[in-house]
């Protein structure tokens, strides 16, 4: 039985527990939401690599056995450096998204959204270059997606117009769209009508954790749980965590414990 560490900035990387708890139903997950330096999106490499680096020495004191980073501005800022130096084996979130569209894409380009940060990271482009080279990849920044999800605004007309004016350089253009932000599945039917039904969408939660399920889907020879069972740490206001937690993503909690990080 597998115990599996995964963290995000706050509660956006709630969508990648799901679907990995789909994956792995008798398997003991430690999310870690760093509520305290959220969000990530618009901060430097330096910054949210040690941010990074913390949370990840806090999973490895539970003994976990890989770490999800459900948070693709960490994936594309603090991956490169942590992947040098971090032993216990991590999935990120970019390359599966792209094998994934690189798969279903007819005409070969493909749009990819993101936070400000990630975008500006050149991670997926440069990912792309090595992986999928084949892909004529256009980026777009959408920094406004993640607080309209927090309040909660998944089909009002300011997230309808806020996406028109965003997607709007990628209408006509694409054939698949990568959704490279935690928050942005909550706003895929949205996304989807703005785009028409010509693109398919790409939810970088769900491909990556199809991933590690691929990679860890042979059980250890240990006793299963009867389910998953989950602890959840957030690095401040632990209500407000459980509160998203229940409300938009349906996860029936009871407690978040509040974590401080020893570095920071
Ligand atoms: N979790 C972040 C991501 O997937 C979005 C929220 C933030 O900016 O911290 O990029």
Do not use: W
């Not at 910054?47 to 693709?72: K, M, S």
């Not at 279903?104 to 792309?128: C, M, P």
């Not at 004529?136 to 004016?165: D, K």
């Not at 785009?195 to 240990?222: N, W």
């Amino acid at each position: 039985m597998y115990k599996l560490g995964v963290f995000d900035s706050g509660v956006g990387g709630l969508t990648v527990l799901k679907e990995l708890m789909g994956k792995f139903p008798h398997t003991e997950f430690i999310y870690v939401g760093d509520t305290a330096h959220l969000p990530y999106g618009n901060k430097s490499a330096q910054v949210v690599t040690g941010y990074a680096r913390e949370i990840i020495r806090f999973l490895e004191t539970q003994n976990v056995d890989a770490i999800v980073i459900a948070c693709n501005t960490a994936s594309a800022l603090a991956y490169p450096a942590l992947k040098k130096s971090v032993e216990t084996p991590m999935f990120e979130m970019i390359e599966p998204a792209l094998l994934r569209a690189a798969a279903l894409t007819k005409t070969k380009n493909v749009g990819v959204i993101g936070t400000r940060s990630t975008i500006s990271s050149g991670a997926y482009a440069l990912t792309a270059k090595k992986l999928t080279p084949q892909l004529t990849l256009t980026s777009v920044a959408c920094p406004l997606f993640v607080p309209l999800v927090e309040e909660g605004m998944l089909s009002h007309a300011i997230t309808r117009a806020t996406s028109e004016l965003y997607l709007a350089p990628l209408k006509g253009k694409i054939d698949t769209l990568i959704l490279g932000c935690t928050h942005y599945p909550l706003i895929a039917p949205i996304i989807g009508q703005v785009l028409g039904k010509g693109v398919q969408l790409v939810s970088s939660a769900q491909v990556a954790a199809e991933a590690v399920h691929a990679t860890l889907s042979r059980p250890k020879l240990e006793p299963m749980l009867k389910s998953s069972h989950v602890e959840l740490y957030a690095t401040d206001d632990p209500l407000r965590l459980a509160d998203f937690a229940r409300r938009a993503v349906h996860l029936p909690v009871r407690e978040v414990h509040l974590l401080h990080l020893k570095g920071l």
